[in-house]
């Protein structure tokens, strides 16, 4: 006989293998009679799953072994019993096995977990057919064999997550429509030992799935009407399309709102039954759905923290009127309108069925608003600097809901090197109509300007339509009126004492806004036009004077970068500049004018540089604008020539413009794009600074 092997790993991995091999080696063992009872701590090894029948109290055990290893296998009587001495065997008191075998050296791994049979080792992945199919991200984003590539495994662990990877990627194909498709794997080891082992994965994604029928069906006893014309556009998915699972779910995941947007607040939405026919590579969608009936708007009601909003100035904002077809979108932006207020920190908004359905199958709904009220107080501060008007600091106190609803109170100052300002102001949002303020303002400044000193007490009252971060309109006003009292002196008339000046002016402006973006526009544009009718006595003297102006922004992406335009011209028609106030003249030069200059730097001046104003100006700007896309897009650059000039005519020209240029960082928040601009003029004169400095915040048109 030859000698049998025996695999020591095999005995090293698994405890349970060792016990059974043992077990076996144990029947080649010489058979020792024993008592008929076991010594107690005597060992009996299972042998097989189901025990045999115990053997006869008489029975006979042999007192000689058979003679070869062959033997035993072969005739070993199932009835024998063998029994293990208590105290622990050695090796040398056992006879060899047949055929000259040496008993193996088995370690024991019952106490402890087994050692792995290979060591733990790096691999690669590569995966190939899921790129074609824009998955890949996905995979590698959901994978674990993926995720864990280049680490320390070994063969099991390697093994188990690409059987986890077929699984993942099978549902991976099945979300893009493919439900016939296969996946290949293929262990590779290195060919040396620096180098990791591969791991290749091959997609065949096989044939696209596409639906052949798609349904929209009522239940028995369904409320609403038929829903097949209502539903079916609003699943997203024709007949000819894949079976797209992503796109099937993403549709029921919205289907709710976009029936109630619809007008039926109340569907009752069943899953989607989807069959797939493997033999034609095609499915069917069954959408069982009872949409409900079809529901007009009833009252508003608001509960909780009101702040004073009752079912009358709910009136006021909300876009529907009781009566009108209920629209989901209508409720939503009610509830972005009361959010929007800031008087709120959380509305909750639900349709109410009320009543039985009205005759005509309709369904009147109230709308229940519930809210919590938010601080309604403001503390805010602001500052700024150009070298010409230096250091500006400005902050503010605000009650938003002092005079409720929605009327606010404001207390503002200014302190700057140029300038100084104490104002109150008072605001009434959705006055009368939506998004409508009224506002009135009374206050008490004084300027220090290299064209002028002046001191001014003003009160004014508008009433205008503007636009919001979170709702950006096309048309935006204001219509007002003002009355001021104001004494100046004009620097660039020495010999001119103070003057007092007593104002009472009527300013206007409509804005037509196409841009993309508020506050950091790179699509569109914006054309502004103002007008002011003003009505001056001065020394015991009247005249009047129109004050006109307009303005035009334009801005267009190219890539990465946004070119950006601005034009202003303005024009005073009635009266000579020396009659006008100084602070009422046009002035060009600064940060929000021609960036280079300090500020009313640019234009005419007298025979000690003081600048005089005047009755018309034009201005220009250009600027290419970059964001990074590093440091999280939160950095930018722009290149800018901006140009200018004031005239002493009523009509404005292009003649002797003066022209600076230079370049800006934006630092992007959340409230607008932070500006830093350094600027110097083009064909310099004796006196004009090299540079000039600006910071504020936004864009600069």
Known sequence: MQPVPIPMFAMRQHSGRVATLLAGLVLALPVVAQPAATPAGAIAPAIAENPPAAAPADAAVPATPPDSFDDLLLTRDPATVIA??????????????PGNVPWPTVASTTDGEAPAVVADVRYAVEVKGLSALGLQDQYQGLSTLWARRGEAANIAQINRRTMEDRDLIDQLLRS?????????????????????????????????????????????????????????????????????????????????????????????????????????????????????????????????????????????????????????????????????????????????????????????????????????????????????QGLRAEGSWTHRNLFRPEGSLTVRGIAAERQQVLITEFQRRNFRRRDQILSGRIGLSAEQQSAFDATTFGAGVAINRESNIIWQKPWTYSLGAEALITRQRDRSAPDDVKNTYFILAFPGNVTWDRSDDLLNPSHGFRLTGRASPEFTLRSGTYFNYLKTQIEGTAYRPFGSFVFAGRVHLGAIFGASRGRIAPDRRFYAGGGGSVRGFSYQAV??????????????????????????????????????????????????????????????????????????????????????????????????F
């Open 603 to 700: 234009g005419p001046t007298d025979r000690d540089g003081a600048p005089t104003g005047g009755n018309s100006i034009t201005e220009a700007a250009a600027e290419v604008r970059y964001r990074f896309q590093a440091f999280g897009s939160d950095l930018g650059v722009v290149g800018f020539v901006d140009a200018g000039q004031v005239y002493q005519k009523s009509l404005p020209g292009f003649s002797g413009l003066r022209y600076g240029a230079g370049v800006g960082i934006r630092y992007f928040t959340s409230f607008g794009p932070v500006r830093i601009d350094i600027a110097t003029p083009l064909a310099r004169r004796e006196g004009e600074p090299l540079f000039n400095f600006y910071v504020s915040i936004g864009q600069a």
């Open 84 to 97: 293990i001495p208590t105290a622990e065997p050695r090796l040398e008191d056992f006879a060899p096995l």
């Open 176 to 388: 893009v429509g493919h439900y016939g498709g296969s996946v290949a794997v293929m262990i590779t080891p290195p060919a040396s030992g620096a180098l990791p082992t591969r791991v290749q994965i091959t997609v065949d994604p096989g044939p696209l799935y596409t639906f052949a029928d798609i349904s929209v069906v009522a239940p028995e006893k369904a409320v609403g009407p038929p829903p097949a014309a209502i539903v079916t556009p609003l699943l997203g998915t024709l007949v000819g399309d894949p079976v797209d699972a992503v796109k099937v779910t993403l549709a029921q995941n919205a289907l709710a709102q976009r029936i109630g947007d619809a007008g039926h607040p109340f569907p009752v939405i069943g899953k989607p039954d989807i069959v797939i026919d493997h033999a034609t590579h095609t499915a069917t969608l069954v959408q069982v759905i009872d949409i409900g009936p079809r529901a007009i708007f009833g009252a508003t009601t608001i509960a909780g923290d009101t702040q004073g909003f009752d079912a009358r100035h709910l009136g006021v904002i909300a876009r529907y009127k009781p009566g009108q077809p209920y629209s989901g979108a209508d409720r939503e932006d009610l509830r972005r309108a009361l959010v929007q207020t800031g008087l709120f920190g959380s509305v909750i908004i639900k349709p109410v069925a009320v009543g039985p359905i009205n005759p005509d199958g309709s369904q009147t709904v109230d709308i229940a608003i519930t809210t919590e009220s938010a601080p309604v107080r403001t503390i805010a501060a602001s500052g700024g600097y150009s070298t010409g």
